[in-house]
């Protein structure tokens, strides 16, 4: 067992469909031995669910959000994320702060300057060891968006202009941090996506 475990996160814009392979990465992780953890952003605590309840629904001052979603993050790393790696655990987060830079700095216009000086008050210089970008064209979300049978959260019903704003900022951050980032092809059919899955982790140490 590692002394300390690996911390990846999957991201994408909605409709990616990366939420679908938080479980399989987590038992196919399980299988390789490991000690693993799944859970998610805005959320992974008590406080966190609460305070993603309102961050889907209730509307806001961008500043008021964002700063919601890094009071969410700090409990998350203090709670759940720090404790679990300092286990050995191996932590699996669907959306960490690199979906800040995409929603609130991209999508929204917050300047990155003031992200990146909440990102070092709560997370030092911390960051994931490996995050798989799930990239899909924002025609192909969007149908995935309204097949979905369900209630669609403040996010997804936005614009298509904000979510390619999104997708764009996810892209760069993936140009900008080429040793954690790995784009995969959202749109591929599952078993591509899953060899893309399985090589990818062996290749980091699964
Ligand atoms: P999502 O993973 O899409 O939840 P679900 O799969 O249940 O729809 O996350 C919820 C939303 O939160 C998503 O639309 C993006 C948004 N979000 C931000 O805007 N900024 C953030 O920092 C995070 C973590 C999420």
Do not use: N
Not at 109 to 118: D, I, Q, V
Not at 128 to 148: G, H, K, M, W, Y
């Amino acid at each position: 067992m590692d002394a300390t475990g690996k911390f990846i996160t999957l991201e994408g814009i909605d409709g990616a469909g990366k939420s679908s392979h938080v479980e399989w990465i987590a038992d196919f992780l399980q299988q390789r031995g490991k000690r693993v953890l799944p859970t998610r952003e805005p959320g992974g605590t008590r406080l966190g669910e609460r305070l993603r309840e309102w961050l889907l629904s209730e509307p806001m001052q961008l500043e008021t959000e964002t700063l919601l979603l890094f009071a969410a993050r700090q409990e998350h790393l203090a709670q759940v994320i720090r404790p679990a790696l300092a286990r050995g655990c191996w932590v699996v987060c669907d959306r960490y702060a690199d979906a800040t830079y995409a929603y609130q700095g991209g999508g929204r216009g917050m300047a990155r300057k003031r992200l990146e000086t909440l990102e070092q008050w709560v997370q030092g210089a911390h960051q994931p060891d490996l995050t798989l970008l799930f990239d899909v064209s924002c025609e192909v979300a969007r149908q995935r968006i309204a097949q979905a049978d369900r209630h669609l959260d403040r996010f997804e019903r936005e614009h298509a202009q904000f979510h390619d704003r999104v997708r764009r900022a996810y892209l760069a951050r993936a140009a900008r941090f080429p040793g954690r980032f790995r784009v995969l092809d959202g749109e591929s059919d599952m078993a591509g996506l899953r060899a893309r899955l399985t090589q990818i982790l062996l290749a980091f140490g699964a």
